[in-house]
């Protein structure tokens, strides 16, 4: 059986208007309550299908990183063979995110200094952050490391709220 296609011309204000839905606009009436968002069945399908309303588990059982069935030429017996590295081509969006993971690492890792961790840079910026703001000469650090131990007072501060209970 041959259908045709009737043209019929229809104003452009009507074309969209009950097939489209956008997010802002609210398909039914609101409830003024906070936890009306629930109530949406139709939006909301899978928010009771999981604890919590998390998104479903990845199954890596299909897709790029599914594992492929060989044969062992010896035995004749199948097994499956997984799957660690897809093309690009295949997973985009995993491949745009392990390239984002590397370049940071080698980026952060450019910016320390040879030999240098990243807590003996952290320090060394803070010590001249400080001694910018105060004012202090190149080096004034090493005079607080290189003095000895500093000997503590056995005295009791004179102006003390409460006695400390020994």
Not at 53 to 72: E, I, L, N, T
């Amino acid at each position: 059986m041959l259908r045709r296609a009737i043209s019929v011309q229809v104003p452009s204000h009507l074309r969209f208007g009950s097939c489209r839905r956008f997010a802002s606009v609210p398909t039914k009436p609101t409830d003024s309550s906070p936890e009306a968002w629930r109530m949406d069945r139709e939006k909301y399908k899978d928010l009771d299908s999981f604890p919590g309303g998390r998104q479903p588990p990845r199954d890596f059982r299909m897709g790029p990183y599914a594992s492929k069935m060989v044969k062992d030429p010896e035995t004749g017996k199948v097994y499956p063979k997984g799957t660690w590295f897809a093309h690009p081509r295949d997973d985009p969006v995993t491949f745009v995110v392990n390239c984002l993971i590397a370049l940071t690492t080698v980026w952060t890792i450019s910016q320390l200094s040879w030999g240098e961790s990243f807590f003996e840079k952290r320090k060394r910026v803070i010590r001249e952050k400080i001694r910018q703001e105060y004012g202090l000469p190149k080096g004034w650090e090493h005079d607080i490391e290189d003095e000895e131990e500093l000997s503590l007072s056995e005295a009791e501060p004179t102006n003390a709220a409460e006695p400390v209970a020994r």
